[in-house]
Nanobody, 123 residues
């Protein structure tokens, strides 16, 4: 399974962007998908994850601003980003994920990253 990200760009603070993650084949019911981001000089972190049935985890930093959805028929996971802030500037990646429901965290499953898509938010 290859995942390809798209939809990044430049936007002013308070603006919106929609990122898409499309799989090269059917994304199975046993595969959770996550969006991760890496800002310059910082470690990669989980932003949001979603299961096949639509259960969601959102990191505290994006809760109330971002939303994730999954269209299983199209092998697609979408990240809707609203009210963007300068601290959202990063390269965004989608990947297979493991969800820690106890900690409310998304973690990468394996080490298979795509090219990512860049988001730049100007203040």
């Amino acid at each position: 399974l290859r995942l390809v990200e798209s939809g990044g760009g430049s936007v002013q603070s308070g603006g919106s962007l929609t990122l898409s993650c499309v799989g090269s084949e059917f994304i199975g019911a046993d595969v959770d998908i996550g969006w991760f981001r890496q800002a310059p000089g910082k470690e990669r972190m989980g932003v949001s994850c979603i299961t096949y049935l639509g259960q969601v985890i959102l990191s505290r930093s994006v809760k109330d601003r971002f939303r994730i959805s999954r269209i299983n028929a199209n092998n697609t996971v979408i990240l809707y980003m609203n009210n963007l802030k300068s601290e959202d500037t990063a390269t965004y990646y989608c990947a297979r994920a493991t969800i820690d429901w106890g900690q409310g965290e998304c973690k990468i499953s394996g080490d298979d990253w795509g090219q990512g898509t860049q988001v730049f938010v100007s203040s």
